[in-house]
């Protein structure tokens, strides 16, 4: 995200977990280029990390997501992990949602 213009954009968590964005505007030009040109990475992420959960677990936190007004939070693919696309992760319910269903850790 930095290498295309949103230099405020904070590193990975110690697990590999994105930083909350709520420091950054996601409304500006860069932002949404950056978004776009950075979506297989976000997208690999998003599959990857979690794995390490089960599917129920993984199922668990789709419906909490939806029940804290995510409600496009899609259920998890059939090999783990969630195809969140852009306007999931825009929502504005998503970061509040995300830290009371389990901070990001699927």
Known sequence: ????GVA???DPTADGGAQPTTHVDKQTPA????????RPE??????IKPRRKSAAGQLRY?????AHRVPNFPDPLAGGGFDLSNAVTQSPAFNTAN????????
């Open 1 to 4: 995200m930095r290498s295309h």
């Open 8 to 10: 405020s954009f904070a």
């Open 31 to 38: 932002f949404q280029r950056a978004t776009q040109a950075c």
């Open 99 to 106: 830290r009371a269903c389990g901070g990001g850790k699927p």
């Open 62 to 66: 789709a419906k909490c997501m939806r």
């Open 42 to 47: 976000m997208m690999a992420m998003a599959a």
